[in-house]
């Protein structure tokens, strides 16, 4: 017996493109055809840059956690740039300083449009898959990541929109292309609602104040106008929010434990101490424990932050002081030294309270330079720091 299979052609029926112009270059968001299981999926095309934006979240909150597990990923693809990995796996490594500085800029905006006592895991992430150097992946991936998440159906107070500002000849400029960024005395990130700007990072060489209002106004004029158009795709296939299960404390417990503790919690923390006041709080949280044993490790921590957040919060508004009895117009205690370390090329010691940083630095020829596997024009790097943060820092047995 024969049997014919027949074949039919994918159709997509829910893709759908939209188009506008983001600094004068036409920015382009596809949206139905790729990566259907996702919560959302966009692919972002600005210029010929492209890149694949994705948010995806459990469906079960996270047990034993105190915080809102986000986890947001920015790939630089070597591929985009139409090279192959140098190493000699030839294959692509973990990702490099500029992406990982990309991903913390994108999570600072987003994190706090979160509901605060959600524990489902999210993710983005965002792929660069084709790079124009013109045209900022960097800028793409953060307008892509937050009108995925906007069009979810995960719960989210977006979309936030970004743009870079250049200053070249005196001139303001809206994402500048590569030649301009070259030549730029301003490098400015912005990432902001139709109200309000909500995040800055920024290096410049010296411009002044009024310059830099005057770019974060251009540049947030723009953002609106991105945001009006981000908006209409959400209203027209934004998905209903998910429900999700808060992880919060019963009112009632809280408001007990605030009238049998809070004067202890104000005693322990009226100190400029760190190890003493720790050592002061551990007794009021045992007891805390012990009146309440079925409140979980997890539970505990978050009644500790909520009584010392409200001792912070009344001593600010009602006294004008902080935990260590200072002032809000008073920095704590300053020092620095030079040369601690006999044999290094450099070294230096800055203490400003009880947090200090020690600095070494170590000098060689061209040829120590670092090489790089990037999507970017850069080959090597000359100047490298590395940041150790050991567990000791803080007093903790163990890393941080």
């Known amino acids: 017996m024969a049997i014919e299979f027949g074949s039919r052609k994918e159709t997509f029926d829910n893709f759908k493109v939209y188009e506008t112009m983001l600094a004068g270059r036409p920015f382009k968001v596809e949206m139905g055809k790729m990566c259907g299981l996702s919560n959302a999926s966009a692919l972002i095309r600005y210029g010929e840059t492209c890149v ?24 630089e693809k070597l591929y985009a740039a139409g090279r192959i990995p140098g190493s000699f796996m030839r294959r692509e490594g973990r990702p490099g300083e500029r992406a990982i500085l990309t991903s913390r800029v994108v999570d600072r905006p987003m994190r706090p449009l979160f509901p605060k006592e959600m524990r489902n895991d999210v993710c983005i992430t965002m792929t660069v898959m084709s ?35 250049g200053l070249v000849d005196g001139e303001i400029v809206l994402n500048p292309t590569k ?18 700007i909500v995040m800055i990072e920024a290096g410049a060489n010296e ?31 934004g998905k209903p929010k998910k429900s999700f299960t808060p992880v919060e404390l019963d009112h009632a417990l809280l408001a007990d434990v605030y009238a049998k503790h809070l004067e202890d919690v104000k005693a322990a923390m009226n100190t400029d101490d ?15 424990a012990e009146e309440h044993p079925e409140l979980s490790a997890a539970d505990l921590d978050l009644i500790s932050y909520k009584l010392q957040k409200k001792v912070v919060r009344t001593w600010l508004l009602e006294e004008g ?9 008073e920095i704590r205690p300053l ?20 947090t200090q940083v020690l600095s070494i630095a170590t000098l060689a020829t061209l040829s120590m330079s670092q090489k790089l596997d990037t999507i970017w024009e850069e080959t090597e790097k000359r100047y490298m720091h590395h940041y150790n943060f050991p567990g000791y820092s803080v007093g903790s047995y163990s890393g941080a």
């Open 131 to 165: 790079l124009d150097p013109d045209c900022s992946p960097e800028i793409a991936g953060m307008i892509g990541a937050s009108l995925v998440t906007a069009v979810s159906d995960i719960p989210w107070n977006g979309p936030i929109g970004g743009v870079q500002v």
């Open 335 to 354: 020092a620095a030294e030079v040369g601690v370390l006999p044999r290094v090329h450099g070294s230096g010691l800055f203490t400003r309270g009880q």
């Open 179 to 196: 030649e301009q960024r070259e030549r730029s005395d301003l490098a400015l990130t912005l990432a902001a609602s139709m109200e309000k």
């Open 274 to 288: 760190k190890n003493v006041r720790d050592a002061a709080m551990l007794p009021i949280m045992d007891a805390i």
């Open 321 to 329: 002081k902080r935990v260590d009895g200072r002032g809000i117009n």
């Open 207 to 237: 411009v002044t104040e009024e310059v830099m209002m005057d770019a974060i106004k251009a540049g947030h004029e723009e953002i609106k106008k991105l945001l009006t158009f981000m908006n209409g795709i959400v209203a027209e296939i």
């Open 52 to 75: 694949m934006c994705n948010v995806v979240m459990s469906p079960k909150p996270r047990e034993g956690v105190d915080f809102f597990p986000l986890n947001v990923e920015y790939e």
